[in-house]
């Protein structure tokens, strides 16, 4: 079965929503221009409650390693999702100065962006396919999809994820025409920008359940 991510929890009823709802990951984003950015405290005792079985996964945007040194020195996260510019050298360097799962976000809009694919499959442990916004300032969850298509056919030499726009009204069409083996999604269950609804979580993870 397809698995769920949910990203940009930063809430305890939220997240206990998604868990119970059977969400795989819950993301939580150490970007402070993001609605959905969480604060180190609340990250912290967040993750705490994340069970077994449950991978707590933390986005950041182009971090230094001071930063990234404060946040997974303090919090216990299951793997690190990179959704800035870091070329292939730096995401093998953070995998090995962390020695946890590191996933890389490739951002789509046409086929000319697959090209630096390969580059990423050889060191990242997940590859996440998100859609390009149109603003350069936002890297992500701006519920803006990409032609799916584009992924079609193809095979990835490591586990993925499908993000961009998803929500409980094109899910199951995006499952129809894609195999990923995850569903990332932010602001397709949110009911205010950064602000997430637990009925929309509940039946975005039930309509991936029947897809």
Same mark, same amino acid.
């Given at each position: ?19 119970k709802a059977g969400a795989r990951f819950i993301g939580f984003v150490f970007y402070p221009p993001s609605p959905r950015a969480i604060s180190f405290e609340t990250a912290y005792q967040l993750a705490r409650t994340v069970p077994t079985g449950v991978r707590s996964v933390g986005l950041f945007v182009n971090p230094a390693d001071d930063f990234l040194d404060y946040t997974l020195g303090g919090i ?14 730096? @995401? ?51 519920? #803006? ?8 056919? =193809?095979?990835? /030499? /490591? ?11 094109? @899910? &199951?069409?995006?499952?129809? &025409? ?10 397709? @269950? #949110?009911?205010? =920008?950064?602000? /997430? ?5 509940? %039946? ?6 029947? %897809?």
């Amino acid at each position: 079965m397809t698995e769920v991510k949910i990203c940009g929890i930063s809430e305890p009823h939220s997240l206990e929503v998604a868990i119970k709802a059977g969400a795989r990951f819950i993301g939580f984003v150490f970007y402070p221009p993001s609605p959905r950015a969480i604060s180190f405290e609340t990250a912290y005792q967040l993750a705490r409650t994340v069970p077994t079985g449950v991978r707590s996964v933390g986005l950041f945007v182009n971090p230094a390693d001071d930063f990234l040194d404060y946040t997974l020195g303090g919090i216990g996260l299951d793997m690190i999702q990179l959704h800035g510019d870091e070329p292939p050298e730096r @995401v093998a360097a953070i995998k090995s100065r962390y020695n946890i799962d590191v996933m890389k976000a490739i951002r789509v809009a046409g086929p000319e962006d697959l090209k630096i694919l390969e580059n990423f499959e050889d060191v990242a442990d997940w590859i996440l396919f998100d859609s390009k916004p149109a603003q350069a300032d936002l890297p992500g969850g701006t519920g #803006e999809s990409f032609d799916w298509n584009i992924l079609s056919g =193809r095979h990835f /030499k /490591k586990p993925w994820m499908l993000g961009g726009g998803l929500d409980v009204s094109n @899910v &199951t069409q995006a499952l129809s &025409t894609l195999n990923p083996n995850a569903i990332d999604v932010s602001s397709g @269950v #949110e009911k205010a =920008r950064g602000v /997430k609804d637990p009925n929309k979580i509940n %039946a975005f993870i039930q309509a991936v359940k029947k %897809a």
